[in-house]
Nanobody, 117 residues
Framework: QFKIVESGGGLAQAGGSLTLSCVPS?????IGWFRQAPGKEREGVAC?????QAIYYLRSYERFTISRDKNTVLLHITNLEPGDTAVYYC????????????????WGQGTQVTVSS
């Protein structure tokens, strides 16, 4: 189990941008961002490996950028849409990047992102 702390959520306007931050405990190889909108299943957004290789899972992947600087992982979202409203979760995995929410070993508490039109 890894400890994960997320921050950066909040209220934003459509068309704007937002950056979410994730700080996992040391030794985490893979970090993924997931999101869960009300009444919907949790879905993978992006994942980044320890070597910096990033994978994106959403159709609108071009609006998302995941990056890693030492022990901090950022998720930058541009051109926000009301459909981006969700609780965003950072998750740690020992080995594998996946958009399957059953794969990560540890989860953060989540941070709410609300996009107004």
């Amino acid at each position: 189990q890894f400890k994960i702390v997320e921050s950066g959520g909040g209220l934003a306007q459509a068309g704007g941008s937002l950056t979410l931050s994730c700080v996992p405990s040391s030794g985490v190889a893979v970090i993924g961002w997931f999101r869960q909108a009300p009444g919907k299943e949790r879905e993978g957004v992006a994942c980044i490996r320890s070597n910096g290789q990033a994978i994106y899972y959403l159709r609108s992947y071009e609006r998302f950028t995941i990056s890693r600087d030492k022990n901090t992982v950022l998720l930058h979202i541009t051109n926000l849409e009301p459909g981006d409203t969700a609780v965003y979760y950072c998750a740690a995995s020992r080995f594998v990047c996946s958009d399957d929410p059953n794969i990560p070993d540890s989860w953060g508490q989540g941070t709410q992102v609300t996009v107004s039109s």
